[in-house]
């Protein structure tokens, strides 16, 4: 389907596919508008975990089990350290209390039901059934000098995008911070059991996970608190938390405004990414039906404040869909608007979507790809083309969702 775009009426004949769903009905508002889902539905929350406490509060909970306050200390280097919640691993703690400690701080939270791995191993993505039965999922990547894991944050999503997989169900629930840490101590215990593969000799990182991107389910900045909290456990000097640089976490959003606000405030620096994949309100009203609620000016000028307060330079993350929003125009009018809020503060990642013939989202030409990129770079926009590592196992961004595959591979673990 195309139609002459409105937005610009000088550019009357370009061609302009519009978002719509394929194969499944967008669940609307009382006034037709794609229906948005903020509050997580009540559904029973999962067992309390040591990482959801604070340093004193497992220091508490330790002496309410009975055990001297130290403990706390010894199960979270167990934890946090050595990736175990295996009480036979923890020869340090009392024999006789090891099991019920360990059923008390650190209860099972993420059973996996599948792993699947591509580029000769070098990425893996994990599926795993939350205590509810509710599906999630990580993917897992090596690059040279560093290891990203792509983290969910929530149950399904509520933000309702019409190409993504993950908002099609809407929100089933908001994860706990344990179960968003959890996702990470798992796969750090996979890479020191010698499961990721591809290193390469002259590789001297460290193996373990370096790098995470909250581009897995879920809208991040929806479940605030409890990112917020799963990022300072991330932050924390081992063996309090996970010891990881807050350079290296990315929290991105669709542009919930003022939790973008809120995040400048926190005083740590992770790296900040706005999804905007299109600079017009005309065309992202339709991709993306948050932006009913904050507009592309609002978005960018609490990105542009994000970059003032922090001083951490702001990634744009754009999909590029063919005939959709990979107009040249557009690169010149995110340009325009990218360089009306200052210089040196932003760069654009635009993303190649996974080519999908007679679907309208599929992925551009490399030509009107290689063009977009130039124009952006030639107005003084430092702009990359991003890795989509992933997509061969349906990891890509947008695209984690529970198959009924999956679902049939999970009611088998019982
Ligand atoms: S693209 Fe992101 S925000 Fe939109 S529905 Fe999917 S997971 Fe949610």
Same mark, same amino acid.
């Given at each position: 389907m195309t139609e002459t775009s409105p937005a610009r009426p000088a550019n009357t004949g370009v061609r302009q596919t519009r978002p719509r769903t394929e194969g499944w009905t967008q669940k609307k508002d009382a006034e037709g508008r794609p229906l948005l889902q903020f509050a997580s539905p009540k559904r029973g929350k999962p067992p309390v975990h040591l990482a959801d406490m604070t340093p004193p509060e497992r220091v508490e909970k330790v002496k309410e089990l009975g055990?001297?306050?130290f403990r706390a200390k010894q199960l979270s280097t167990h934890y946090f350290t050595h990736y175990t919640s295996d009480p036979?691993?923890?020869?340090?703690?009392p024999a006789a209390q090891r099991e019920e400690l360990v059923a008390g701080?650190?209860?099972?939270?993420l059973t996996e039901v599948r792993q699947l791995k591509t580029d000769r191993g070098d990425t893996i993505k994990f599926l795993w059934r939350l205590h509810d039965g509710a599906l999630v999922e990580s993917v897992l990547m090596r690059y040279p000098g560093r290891i990203t894991l792509c983290v969910?944050? @929530? /149950? !399904?999503?509520?933000?309702?995008?019409?190409?993504?997989a993950t908002g @099609? /169900? !809407?929100?089933?629930r908001n994860m706990s911070t344990a179960e968003i840490i959890e996702q990470i101590v798992r796969a750090n215990r996979l890479i020191a059991e010698g499961g990721l593969g591809g290193k390469k000799s002259d590789d001297h990182s460290m193996e373990r996970v370096s790098n995470i991107v909250f581009m897995g389910m879920g809208e991040p900045l929806a479940n605030y608190k409890r990112v917020m909290d799963a990022v300072r456990i991330m932050v924390a000097d081992q063996p309090n938390g996970l010891g990881m640089s807050a350079r290296g976490i990315t929290v991105s959003t669709v542009g919930l405004v003022p939790a973008i606000r809120k995040l400048s405030d926190e005083g740590i620096p992770v790296t900040f990414a706005l999804s905007l994949h299109a600079p017009d309100d005309h065309l992202r009203d339709e991709l993306i039906p948050v932006n009913s609620k904050w507009k592309v000016d609002e978005a960018l000028d609490a990105a542009r404040e994000y970059y003032e307060k922090t001083g951490r330079r702001v990634s744009i993350e754009y999909a590029l869909i063919k005939d959709m929003n990979d107009h040249g125009w557009r690169a010149d009018l995110l340009a325009e608007k990218l360089n009306e809020r200052g210089r040196g503060w932003v760069h654009v990642n635009p993303i190649p979507l996974n080519p999908t013939p007679e679907s309208v989202w599929t992925a551009s030409t490399r030509e009107v790809t290689n063009e977009f990129v130039r124009r952006l770079n030639d107005a003084g926009i430092p702009t990359t083309l991003r890795d989509t590592r992933g997509k061969e196992i349906d990891g890509a961004c947008g695209q984690l969702v529970a198959t009924t595959e999956d679902e049939a591979a999970a009611a088998q673990l019982g």
């Open positions: 055990l001297p306050g036979a691993e923890m020869t340090d703690l701080m650190l209860p099972p939270l969910s944050s @929530q /149950a !399904g999503c509520g933000m309702n995008c019409p190409f993504c @099609q /169900a !809407g929100l089933t």
